[in-house]
């Protein structure tokens, strides 16, 4: 069997390679990505450095793998930045998953799973939480829109093709590898620094009040690969855990595991233009079809913070 990942050097992309090469001995596992490939994650010759803008090269790419799986995973995968480069969002998460579609069907006998989100859900309440997939989406940052795009996309190559493309919306994975663009990320890069000397004992934080429904990337990834192996082509299945962290409370517990004094001061330039008090996912789905989470919240911080203390 032949797996192709796009944006195979992102967080999510590296370790669903690592996975498949773990979990199937006779698996071979490729990758393509616009920046450099991970070191030491894929043989040179099986990365490919591509734009998914470029359809003529992903087209290439595709037929010389012909993969029985593709992994989508290169977008502009950034929820708060998307309101400074929403031109940059659209284009690469709409057409470069168009792209990415046109070139699976193409080849054929090959099943495709988009990298949706829960960014689809938009303007929410916590009244609405849990958050089922039958929800009507309503999309509000220019990421959310162009990632409900993407999976009506997906949807419409399903229902028009009989293409078998699994669709996972992704709640907020965490883990190793990943810059510090999202609030634990930058929280554990600013306490690592503190920790090394290289930055007083002072945090700057946004919005601690919030509730966010965290996953481990290797818990998302194995519930992904659940989804390909036994899922229904089609249908939208939340990748989450159902629990809702408070900021504060993960910003405490990072302080703890980093063995630091810190005084933490809020910064007006980390509060985000569109911030949901609550965002809580029903996960039943994905637990129908096996999923079990390995990985505790503290596990998962506590290999964030180790990350940020080699790469600071």
Same mark, same amino acid.
């Given at each position: 069997?032949?797996?192709?990942?796009?944006?195979?050097?992102?967080?999510?992309?590296?370790?669903?390679?690592?996975?498949?090469?773990?979990?199937?001995?006779?698996?071979?596992?490729?990758?393509?990505?616009?920046?450099?490939?991970?070191?030491?994650?894929?043989?040179?010759?099986?990365?490919?450095?591509?734009?998914?803008?470029?359809?003529?090269?992903?087209?290439?790419?595709?037929?010389?793998?012909?993969?029985?799986?593709?992994?989508?995973?290169?977008?502009?995968?950034?929820?708060?930045?998307?309101?400074?480069?929403?031109?940059?969002?659209?284009?690469?998460?709409?057409?470069?998953?168009?792209?990415?579609?046109?070139?699976?069907?193409?080849?054929?006998?090959?099943?495709?799973?988009?990298?949706?989100?829960?960014?689809?859900?938009?303007?929410?309440?916590?009244d609405d939480c849990p958050l089922i997939e039958e929800r009507p989406l309503k999309p509000f940052t220019p990421y959310g829109v162009s990632k409900?795009?993407?999976?009506?996309?997906?949807?419409?190559?399903?229902?028009?093709? &009989?293409? =078998?493309?699994? $669709?996972?919306?992704?709640?907020?994975?965490?883990?190793? %590898?990943?810059? *510090?663009?999202?609030? /634990?990320?930058?929280?554990?890069?600013?306490?690592?620094?503190?920790?090394?000397?290289?930055?007083?004992?002072?945090?700057?934080?946004?919005?601690?009040?919030?509730?966010?429904?965290?996953?481990?990337?290797?818990?998302?990834?194995?519930?992904?690969?659940?989804?390909?192996?036994?899922?229904?082509p089609g249908v939208p299945v939340n990748i989450c855990n159902g629990i809702p962290y408070l900021m504060s409370d993960i910003l405490d517990m990072?302080?703890?595991?980093?063995?630091?004094?810190?005084?933490?001061?809020?910064?007006?330039?980390?509060?985000?233009?569109? &911030?949901? =008090?609550?965002? $809580?996912?029903?996960?039943?789905?994905?637990?129908?079809? %096996?999923?079990? *989470?390995?990985?505790? /919240?503290?596990?998962?911080?506590e290999d964030v913070f180790e990350d940020w203390m080699h790469r600071v």
């Open positions: 069997m032949k797996v192709i990942i796009t944006g195979v050097s992102g967080m999510v992309g590296s370790f669903f390679a690592r996975i498949y090469q773990e979990a199937n001995s006779g698996c071979d596992v490729y990758g393509l990505d616009i920046t450099s490939p991970v070191a030491g994650l894929l043989p040179e010759d099986k990365f490919f450095k591509c734009n998914i803008l470029e359809r003529d090269a992903v087209m290439r790419i595709f037929e010389s793998v012909r993969p029985d799986i593709v992994i989508h995973m290169a977008a502009q995968a950034y929820n708060g930045i998307s309101w400074d480069c929403e031109y940059l969002t659209h284009a690469t998460n709409i057409q470069g998953s168009l792209n990415v579609l046109y070139c699976a069907k193409a080849i054929g006998n090959t099943k495709v799973l988009l990298g949706c989100s829960s960014a689809e859900y938009g303007n929410i309440t916590p409900a795009a993407m999976e009506m996309l997906g949807y419409q190559y399903y229902l028009n093709y &009989d293409f =078998p493309v699994f $669709l996972p919306r992704m709640f907020i994975h965490v883990g190793p %590898g990943h810059p *510090p663009t999202t609030a /634990i990320q930058n929280f554990a890069r600013q306490l690592a620094k503190i920790k090394t000397g290289q930055a007083e004992p002072i945090i700057r934080v946004g919005n601690l009040t919030t509730r966010r429904d965290f996953i481990d990337v290797r818990d998302g990834a194995a519930a992904m690969k659940l989804l390909i192996e036994k899922g229904e990072l302080i703890v595991i980093s063995g630091t004094i810190v005084k933490v001061e809020s910064d007006p330039a980390l509060v985000r233009k569109a &911030d949901e =008090p609550l965002l $809580l996912g029903n996960c039943d789905k994905i637990k129908a079809l %096996g999923y079990t *989470p390995k990985y505790t /919240i503290r596990q998962t911080l």
